[in-house]
RNA sequence: CGGGGUGUAGCUCAGCCAGGUAGAGCGCCAGCUUUGGGAGCUGGAUGCCGGAGGUUCGAAUCCUCUCGCCCCGACCA
């Protein structure tokens, strides 16, 4: 993609508006643009990075066995007059009238449709067990919006459905999407501890919250350190026995300041006191919804029960904040290769020089041929204006590409996230902006 | 939902107290110069001063109402 054609629209200046660092960086390197209060547009440079943690997010789902589907944004009130929760929901909860003057609302999580299309379609406990998710967009009325994506009204979110046969199996389900919690975080580049979390009346032990931590986050959250440094599991048999990795990872101590009490047993030494940043959070809730909804199979024996249930949430959106939060500097933002929205930026330093034009044009060539997401940089700005734009954006990889350096036949190739240059020549940075090892 | 603040050019903001032809910097357009860390000079475009009423000879400025947005607290992926 060339710069001069790709829409994005930078600010030099902080807007007014933005509080926190990521919502600045954001709206400053033409990711997004409000709409109304806590509604944003995504343009392609934020779009393009939702995407790629949507994709990932995705990914884990399905391996874990989950199954993805798309359920309405617009629902009927009838669902949740039935659950019992329309008139528990409250204020949040957009509420619309058709022109026919039935009650819709526009949904803020999905538990109700969910089970309304496993009850009209499953009814043996030999279907059994079954994960189903979407990624989608939901909206809840928030009082007061905040810190851009972070907080949003309107929020991309991945809500995963279990439907079990008995609580020995429901606690399966749970532990797959436990695991692949883990997995997907840690594929963001983010380091996400799983904390105890309140519970509701039923699921007992089987509520987390999943934290990352970030000077900025929203809530005190204290964990022993060794969580930090623990590896995240590798090559997982998700049909295999996964309760001794969620076991090794809830032995130690981890909560937020709700849950934080005195006595943790943790040596001062190891304890961690940080702020966090929700991205994630699992809980089993039982017949909540199954048997006000008749939500029943056939079991072996005669007669019928209500499913054992679980849901399980991905904040998509509030991660491209999260992850900003995490992963920023003065200049800018630092993608992780994985979620960067290009590969790398190419900067022609002196663009209608024929040769620069020359070199840039074939690496942006080879590189895009290689399947490299490559921003070239093709304007007519100055040298310090083209650094500062690329620091601020946050592209894994800078490629510079200057008369000086082709003097010498050699270009130059920047990490972002350590400043470290190298100077090479074109053919050996080519190489290894291709090279697997350096991300993409 | 309580408390506070704010709306003036694309962005950041001044002007309002004390009414009298709407401003600056950045950005944008044109030209010349410049070219390895957000360049310089010259010229130019851009505003229903959030909206509606009112007071006044005259309102960005004073009054009333209204809408939007932000921040702090109580709630949430």
Same mark, same amino acid.
């Given at each position: 993609?060339?710069?001069?054609?790709?829409?994005?629209?930078?600010?030099?200046?902080?807007?007014?508006?933005?509080?926190?660092? #990521?919502?600045?960086? /954001?709206?400053?390197?033409?990711?997004?643009?409000?709409?109304? #209060? %806590?509604?944003?547009?995504?343009?392609?440079?934020?779009?393009?990075?939702?995407?790629?943690?949507?994709?990932?997010?995705?990914?884990?789902?399905?391996?874990? &066995?989950?199954?993805?589907?798309?359920?309405?944004?617009?629902?009927? $009130?009838?669902?949740?007059?039935?659950?019992?929760?329309?008139?528990?929901?409250?204020?949040?909860?957009?509420?619309?009238?058709?022109?026919?003057?039935? *009650?819709?609302?526009? @949904?803020?999580?999905?538990?109700?449709?969910?089970?309304?299309?496993?009850?009209?379609?499953?009814?043996?406990?030999?279907?059994?067990?079954?994960?189903?998710?979407?990624?989608?967009?939901?909206?809840?009325?928030?009082?007061?919006?905040?810190?851009?994506?972070?907080?949003?009204?309107?929020?991309?979110?991945?809500?995963?459905?279990?439907?079990?046969?008995?609580?020995?199996?429901?606690?399966?389900?749970?532990?797959?999407?436990?695991?692949?919690?883990?997995?997907?975080?840690?594929?963001?580049?983010?380091?996400?501890?799983?904390?105890?979390?309140?519970?509701?009346?039923?699921?007992?032990?089987?509520?987390?919250?999943?934290?990352?931590?970030?000077?900025? %986050?929203?809530?005190?959250?204290?964990?022993?350190?060794?969580?930090?440094?623990?590896?995240?599991?590798?090559?997982?048999?998700?049909?295999?026995?996964?309760?001794?990795?969620?076991?090794?990872?809830?032995?130690?101590? $981890?909560?937020?300041?709700?849950?934080?009490?005195?006595?943790? @047993?943790?040596?001062?030494?190891?304890?961690?006191?940080?702020?966090?940043?929700?991205?994630?959070?699992?809980?089993?809730?039982?017949?909540?919804?199954?048997?006000? /909804? *008749?939500?029943?199979?056939?079991?072996?024996?005669?007669?019928?029960?209500?499913?054992?249930?679980?849901?399980? %949430?991905? %904040?998509?959106?509030?991660?491209? &904040?999260?992850?900003?939060?995490?992963?920023?500097?003065?200049?800018?933002?630092?993608?992780?290769?994985?979620?960067?929205?290009?590969?790398?930026?190419?900067?022609?330093?002196?663009? @209608?020089?024929?040769?620069?034009?020359?070199?840039?044009?074939?690496?942006? $060539?080879?590189?895009?041929?290689? &399947?490299?997401?490559?921003?070239?940089?093709?304007?007519?700005?100055?040298?310090?204006?083209?650094?500062?734009?690329?620091?601020?954006?946050?592209?894994?990889?800078?490629?510079?590409?200057?008369?000086?350096?082709?003097?010498?036949?050699?270009?130059?190739?920047?990490?972002?996230?350590?400043?470290?240059?190298?100077?090479?020549?074109?053919?050996?940075?080519?190489?290894?902006?291709?090279?697997? #090892?350096? @991300?993409?």
């Amino acid at each position: 993609m060339r710069l001069s054609r790709f829409f994005l629209p930078l600010l030099k200046e902080n807007p007014a508006d933005a509080e926190i660092v #990521s919502h600045r960086l /954001m709206l400053r390197a033409g990711m997004i643009r409000q709409h109304a #209060s %806590g509604i944003y547009n995504w343009l392609p440079l934020g779009y393009r990075v939702l995407r790629r943690i949507e994709q990932i997010v995705r990914e884990e789902q399905d391996a874990a &066995g989950a199954q993805e589907i798309l359920m309405p944004t617009i629902q009927s $009130a009838e669902l949740w007059r039935e659950s019992g929760r329309y008139e528990d929901y409250g204020k949040e909860m957009l509420r619309i009238k058709d022109r026919h003057d039935r *009650d819709m609302l526009y @949904g803020p999580t999905h538990e109700e449709v969910v089970t309304d299309v496993f009850r009209k379609n499953i009814h043996s406990y030999r279907d059994l067990p079954k994960i189903l998710y979407q990624i989608h967009w939901k909206f809840r009325d928030e009082v007061r919006p905040r810190f851009g994506v972070m907080r949003g009204r309107e929020f991309l979110m991945k809500d995963a459905y279990s439907f079990d046969l008995d609580m020995e199996a429901a606690r399966r389900s749970y532990n797959r999407m436990f695991v692949a919690y883990l997995r997907t975080f840690r594929r963001m580049g983010l380091t996400a501890i799983p904390m105890a979390a309140d519970s509701g009346p039923i699921g007992g032990d089987m509520s987390h919250e999943f934290i990352i931590l970030a000077d900025t %986050g929203e809530s005190a959250v204290f964990c022993h350190k060794a969580l930090l440094e623990k590896p995240t599991p590798e090559s997982v048999n998700y049909e295999g026995d996964l309760q001794p990795v969620v076991d090794e990872w809830t032995s130690l101590y $981890a909560a937020t300041d709700e849950k934080h009490t005195e006595n943790h @047993g943790v040596a001062p030494e190891d304890l961690i006191s940080a702020r966090g940043i929700e991205v994630g959070h699992i809980f089993n809730f039982g017949l909540k919804y199954s048997r006000p /909804m *008749d939500a029943v199979v056939q079991t072996v024996s005669d007669g019928t029960i209500p499913v054992q249930m679980g849901s399980y %949430g991905i %904040g998509v959106s509030r991660l491209v &904040g999260a992850i900003i939060e995490a992963s920023h500097d003065d200049a800018g933002i630092i993608w992780p290769d994985s979620v960067a929205p290009f590969h790398v930026g190419l900067i022609n330093l002196k663009a @209608g020089d024929v040769e620069t034009d020359r070199v840039c044009a074939e690496i942006d $060539a080879r590189l895009s041929a290689a &399947g490299v997401d490559v921003l070239y940089d093709d304007t007519q700005e100055r040298p310090g204006a083209k650094f500062a734009t690329m620091d601020l954006i946050g592209l894994p990889w800078q490629l510079i590409v200057g008369p000086r350096g082709l003097e010498k036949g050699v270009v130059e190739l920047k990490r972002r996230a350590t400043g470290e240059r190298y100077e090479v020549s074109m053919e050996t940075a080519i190489d290894r902006l291709i090279a697997p #090892s350096s @991300g993409s």
